[in-house]
């Protein structure tokens, strides 16, 4: 691996012609963004925005999209496998975090722990991310913030593409990624076609422990992580003087494995051999295909645009297990455990306008629905139905050229329906009414919410302030209200409360920022007030040998900051650092004291990046260091264990240079090259012991044309 870092270097500073001249970049905490200025950009909303482009993703390439995300500060992801991780910002995730693409919002099982989400990083333009409450603009699920996912660039050229090539060696992942895109006068499309495949991945240990029971791993590899991607999506657009339509067609499918020994002890007496080979993917396994299909279309009144956002949105989850039973539960007559299919229908349309000169405002409506049918032998959660409609308005107010003053008023209406569900098993102990015990009651339960911002921004000179106060809400979701059976992937049973009322958070969030072009200070605090947060708590109840979790509502305070400072020693070295905390504390309840499970330790992160201008030949060139450190994480809700702190040690290059007539990058790094053994506090292998992948070596690959 040294030679070909060697090969890499010499690569990209001694190529023999010169790239394309492309955008000036600034140096973000940790990463470079090219494009507009940060600052420029936090100055446009009173909320805390921060957006990326291409080339960070492609600098900061890892094995999912949310992994390569968390480079920014706040941004995290909880990972189970190699494959599969969840967003979190600021310690909160799943269904208190919007994922949208193109401003729609991306609808698949986000409810599960072990459910990654289905996106094609290679098809992804820039992200848009919205640390903080933003359920004025995005409604429900987006008391946490956004992450806006943006591929609806207009094409310049008649015909222009990309083809990366790309692998990673802790699981000796292959892939290649093709965009094609091209326009006309007024027509213009764009396509994308990605394979990647991956065998099980490595980390610093020899074995692991479940319920005192010890594994060998072999080669250090976790057994059944290995899988496959196979993602396709076009675009099909006309952009004319008055208005402009595209058509997003996008299929996403996915095949990986869950761990082994993580899916319970059944491995032991299973007639599966795991260790026959890395690349192969066996039971516990699951796959998923995502279908959507949205009409992105603007409308321009003189100075005003209508916009209007329409979707059709399929998943189809399907896990497959060896048939085993389980406490009464006889053998079941396939591997089907469990299938979650949902089917989501969704549109919103707004209207910009300035009713006067001094005004920027919107309004808008939405409404969604969604129907999610399950099947298999195994359960969790009932079939249920979402319907929610939503309207607001914002107006932006310059009351002079340094200070802009936001205000905004929401409504929103969402009603949930489960179905019934009785085991298709006897249990003995049931009542003698009914030997087939009732896991699921039909609910119909209506929510509704009235939420509000209000914001400022001011700039003078080098500094810039904003701050933002309000109120967002989050309905409870089908899981919380009525799941009622084992999640394998954590080790627990969940219980859900059907009388769950309405999430509801006040906020506030605030910005300070001073940048002279050579040194660049930011300060982003938050505080987080819940009178009434849902989670899912530990009882002294066990079933089936597994502790019981039920949700609970409780109040809860969070605050916390993200800092970074950047000081730019010469035109070619840049030296940054990174800070961010969180505090979460339970303020009612059994729990009260505690904080609240899986939020993040503080971190601080120390970066160097060095660009030089006049050596070699090739453009763009640069040479990143950082190391992060990790503190130990002791608010936690027992049974959660604690986790110890950590260093990690990364490193990067890459260039831009001309081969023939074609512009190729090149981006190589290294992750945790000290082969550091260490725990995430936010993924969930760490309940059984397993430590975060070791050292991992990423190339890059591409090719313009």
């Known amino acids: ?80 496998g190699s494959g599969q991780s969840k967003p979190t910002i600021r310690g909160m995730g799943f269904n208190r975090l919007v994922v949208a693409e193109n401003g729609i919002k991306h609808e698949g099982q986000q409810w599960g722990e072990d459910h990654g989400l289905e996106i094609n990083q290679f098809a992804v333009d820039g992200v848009e991310v919205i640390k903080g409450p933003a359920s004025l603009m995005y409604g429900s699920d987006a008391i946490g913030g956004v992450i806006n996912l943006k591929n609806n660039s207009l094409p310049i050229e008649r015909l222009e593409g990309e083809v990366e090539l790309f692998t990673r060696t802790n699981n000796e992942s292959i892939g290649i990624s093709a965009n094609l895109q091209g326009r006309e006068k007024h027509f213009f499309y764009r396509a994308n076609l990605t394979w990647i495949d991956y065998g099980d991945y490595k980390v610093p240990a020899d074995s692991i422990q479940y319920y005192s029971y010890y594994f060998r791993l072999k080669d250090k590899r976790l057994r059944n992580t290995a899988g496959k991607e196979r993602n396709g999506s076009i675009t099909l657009g006309w952009q004319g003087e008055k208005y402009r339509t595209a058509f997003y067609i996008d299929n996403v499918y996915a095949k990986s494995g869950f761990f082994a020994n993580a899916h319970g002890l059944e491995i032991r007496v299973s007639d599966i051999d795991y260790d026959h080979s890395s690349r192969d993917v066996d039971l516990p396994y699951h796959d998923v295909n995502h279908f959507k299909v949205a009409n992105l279309t603007t409308v321009y009144l003189g100075n005003s645009r209508l916009e209007g956002r329409f979707a059709y949105q399929n998943n189809l989850r399907k896990e497959f297990a060896e048939a085993v039973s389980h406490g009464y539960m006889p053998i079941p007559p396939d591997n089907l455990e469990r299938k979650f299919d949902k089917d989501t229908y969704s549109s919103a349309v707004d209207l910009h306008f300035s009713p006067a000169e001094a005004h920027e405002a919107t309004v808008g409506i939405s409404g969604e629905h969604q129907d999610n049918r399950r099947a298999g032998w195994g359960f969790i959660i009932p079939d249920f ?64 919410s009235l939420t509000w911002s209000a914001g400022l921004n001011y700039t003078s000179g080098y500094w810039s302030f904003k701050g933002n106060i309000g109120k967002s809400y989050r309905a409870p979701i089908a899981k919380e209200l009525s799941s009622d059976g084992i999640n394998y992937h954590i080790f627990r049973y969940e219980k859900g409360e059907s009388t769950l009322s309405s999430e509801e958070s006040y906020q506030i969030d605030a910005g300070v920022n001073w940048d002279n072009g050579r040194i660049a200070l930011l300060l982003e605090p938050y505080l987080n007030y819940f009178p009434n947060y849902i989670y899912l708590s530990p009882t002294p109840d066990y079933y089936e040998g597994l502790q019981m979790y039920q949700y609970v509502q409780n109040r809860v305070i969070r605050y916390g900051f993200e800092g970074t400072a950047n000081y730019k020693l010469t035109n070619e070295i840049e030296a940054g650092v990174t800070t961010e905390y969180l505090y979460a504390s339970q303020r009612s309840g059994d729990k009260k004291g505690y904080g609240l499970p899986f939020s993040p330790p503080w971190s601080t992160t120390f970066s160097l990046k060095y660009m030089p201008d006049k050596l070699g030949i090739g453009k763009n060139r640069y040479i990143s260091m950082d190391y992060k450190v990790v503190g130990k994480q002791n608010r936690i809700v027992p049974p959660e264990k604690t986790t110890s702190g950590y260093q990690v040690l990364s490193a990067a290059v890459g260039c831009d240079f001309t081969l023939g007539k074609q512009l190729m990058q090149v981006n190589f790094q290294g992750q945790n090259l000290l082969n550091k053994r260490y725990y995430d506090h936010t993924g969930y292998y760490r309940l059984i012991e397993v430590p975060e992948p070791g050292r991992s070596f990423t190339l890059l690959i591409g090719m313009k044309f």
């Open 385 to 448: 139905r979402t319907s929610s409609f939503g309207l607001f308005a914002y107006d932006r107010f310059h009351l002079t050229e340094k200070l802009i003053l936001s205000a905004g008023l929401r409504f929103d209406r969402t009603t949930v329906k489960t179905e019934a569900y009785n085991d298709w098993f006897k249990t003995p102990v049931e009542s003698e009414d009914s030997l087939y015990k009732k896991r699921s009651l039909a609910l119909n339960r209506s929510f509704n």
């Open 1 to 80: 691996m040294k030679y070909i870092l060697l090969l890499l270097v010499c690569t990209c500073f001694f190529a023999p012609s010169f790239a394309q001249q492309v955008q000036d970049s600034i140096q973000l905490n940790e990463v470079v963004v090219k494009g507009s200025s940060q600052s420029a950009i936090r100055m446009r909303n009173s909320l805390n925005v921060t957006q990326v482009n291409r080339s960070f993703m492609r600098e900061n390439l890892s094995g999912s999209l949310m992994q390569t995300l968390e480079h920014i500060p706040g941004v995290k992801a909880m990972s189970i």
